[in-house]
C-alpha cells in the first residue's frame, strides 16, 4: 500500500530533523537561517519529507510547505515511565496531544501525526500489550477530533511490534539492521504485520564513528533501496545532521548525520542523494519478457477492469494471455476488447489446467498469474520481477 497525492503515487523520501537544543525563541529547532540553508541541503538530497520530533512553528511549516516538503510530526509525552498509573497522567497526555493536533490542523503539509514513538517493552509488559494498544487508540481518536484531515500513526519498533494498532493510518517501523538479507526478512515480516496499510520505515540509519563514513553510506543507501524495491510507502533516514540534542544533553558520542555539525556533506549524503534521485520503483535490469496469464470462467462481471488495468501497467516488456476456461457468459466479448491481448480458450477444465494452457502459450521468460476478478496495481510486474531479476529465487508472490 501507498500514499497518493492527486491520484499520483506518493513515495516518502525523508530525513529526520533534531531533536536540537532549543533556539533564542525557545523552539526545539536552530536559528532561522540555519533552517533555511538545511532545507536547501534537504531538497538537494532528493528528500520530499521531514521527520520532526516536536511540533514546528507557524514559520517552520511556513519554509518547509514553500520547499515544497511534508512533515511528519511527532507528538511528544512522557512515553517512557508509567503514564497509566493515574486518571490525571491519562488526561494529561490527551490534553497535551489535543493541543498539539489543534495547531497542526491547518498545515496542508503534514503528512501524519506520530502519537508515540518507541514505547519501551518493560513498560508495555508492565501494563500489558492490551492496555496500551487501548491507550493509544484513545490518544489517536483526540489527534483526529482536531485535525480530522491529517493521517495518524505510531512509531513502534522490534522489540514491540506485537503491539495490535488496527487503529492507525499507517504503520510506522524504526528498523537499525546493517546486514542486507536480515533486513529485507524482517522488512518482508513488517508488511504483513502491516497488512493492507502503508509501511513506513520511520528511522533507518548508522553511527559513522563506530562504522567509519564508508560503511555509513554503503549501508543507508543499501536499506533505502530494499524499502524501495519491497513496496514499502516510504522511509525516513535518521538523521540530517550530526547535531543531536536530547535528554538536556547534547549527543556527542554518536554521529548519525548525513552531514556533520558543519552541514558539511558526508559520503552518506551523495549514498543517499543517488538513492532519493532514482525512479519509483527501482527498474530491473536488464528487463526480461512477462507473459502475464490470466484465467477466466464466466468472469464478464470484473474481467473488463482487470484486462484495463493490465493495459496500463508501467512494465516495458510484456504480454497479456487471457485464457477462457469454458465459460457461458460475454467473457470473450470482453475480452475481445483488447485485441492487444493473446485469447486462448477450451472446453471448461479448472483452474489449473487453463493455467498450463497460458503457460503453453507464453513467449516470456516469466509468467505472472493474476485473477479475472482482480485490478492490477501499475508497478505490480516491476516489483515481482526485481527479486526474480536480483536474487536466486524461483517464485515470487505478494505480502
Not at 18 to 37: D, I, M, S, W
Not at 125 to 132: S, T
Not at 149 to 162: A, D, G, I, K, R
Request: charged fraction near 25%.
Amino acid at each position: 500500500m501507498f500514499f497518493c497525492e492527486a491520484n499520483r503515487r506518493f513515495w516518502l523520501r525523508g530525513v529526520s530533523y533534531g531533536p536540537f537544543r532549543a533556539n533564542e525563541a525557545g523552539e526545539f529547532l536552530p536559528e532561522r537561517a540555519v533552517v533555511e540553508r538545511d532545507i536547501g541541503l534537504v531538497r538537494e538530497l532528493g528528500a520530499n519529507c521531514l521527520r520532526v520530533y516536536y511540533p514546528p512553528p507557524p514559520w517552520f511549516v511556513e519554509q518547509t510547505q514553500a520547499a515544497g516538503l511534508r512533515l511528519l510530526v511527532g507528538l511528544p509525552w512522557e512515553q517512557h515511565v508509567r503514564f497509566l498509573d493515574g486518571p490525571s497522567s491519562r488526561a494529561d497526555i490527551r490534553a497535551s496531544l489535543r493541543r498539539a493536533a489543534r495547531g497542526l490542523r491547518d498545515a496542508t503539509n503534514t503528512l501524519g501525526l506520530l502519537i508515540g514513538n518507541e514505547i519501551s517493552p518493560q513498560v508495555v509488559r508492565w501494563y500489558g500489550p492490551a492496555r496500551v494498544s487501548e491507550f493509544l487508540e484513545e490518544l489517536a481518536d483526540e489527534v483526529r477530533q482536531q485535525a480530522p484531515e491529517t493521517l495518524v500513526s505510531y512509531v513502534s519498533y522490534p522489540s514491540t511490534e506485537y503491539l495490535e494498532l488496527d487503529f492507525l493510518d499507517f504503520a510506522s517501523f524504526n528498523v537499525y539492521l546493517h546486514d542486507d538479507a536480515t533486513l529485507r526478512s524482517y522488512l518482508a515480516r513488517l508488511q504483513n504485520l502491516a497488512d493492507f496499510k502503508p509501511l513506513v520505515l520511520s528511522e533507518f540509519g548508522v553511527d559513522s564513528l563506530r562504522e567509519g563514513e564508508e560503511a555509513q553510506a554503503r549501508i543507508v543507501a543499501r536499506t533505502a533501496t530494499a524499502a524501495m524495491e519491497l513496496g514499502l510507502a516510504g522511509a525516513v533516514a535518521f538523521a540530517f545532521t550530526d547535531e543531536w540534542h536530547t535528554g538536556g544533553h547534547d549527543i556527542e558520542a554518536w554521529s548519525f548525520g548525513v552531514v556533520g555539525h558543519d552541514r558539511d556533506p558526508k559520503p552518506a549524503y551523495a549514498a543517499l542523494r543517488e538513492v532519493f534521485h532514482a525512479p519509483f520503483p527501482p527498474v530491473p535490469d536488464p528487463i526480461p519478457r512477462v507473459s502475464v496469464v490470466v484465467c477466466a470462467y464466466n468472469a464478464a462481471n470484473t474481467l473488463r477492469a482487470c484486462l484495463e488495468s493490465l493495459r496500463v501497467l508501467r512494465y516495458s516488456n510484456y504480454e497479456v494471455i487471457v485464457v477462457d476456461d469454458g465459460s457461458t457468459d460475454g467473457t470473450r466479448a470482453i475480452a475481445e476488447e483488447f485485441p492487444e491481448f493473446k485469447w486462448v480458450s477450451h472446453e471448461n477444465r479448472g483452474l489449473s489446467e487453463a493455467r498450463n494452457s497460458g503457460v503453453r502459450a507464453a513467449s516470456g521468460e516469466i509468467v505472472a498469474f493474476t485473477d479475472a476478478d482482480c485490478a492490477a496495481d501499475p508497478d505490480w510486474l516491476t516489483f515481482l520481477v526485481k527479486p526474480l531479476v536480483g536474487e536466486d529465487f524461483g517464485g515470487v508472490g505478494g505480502p
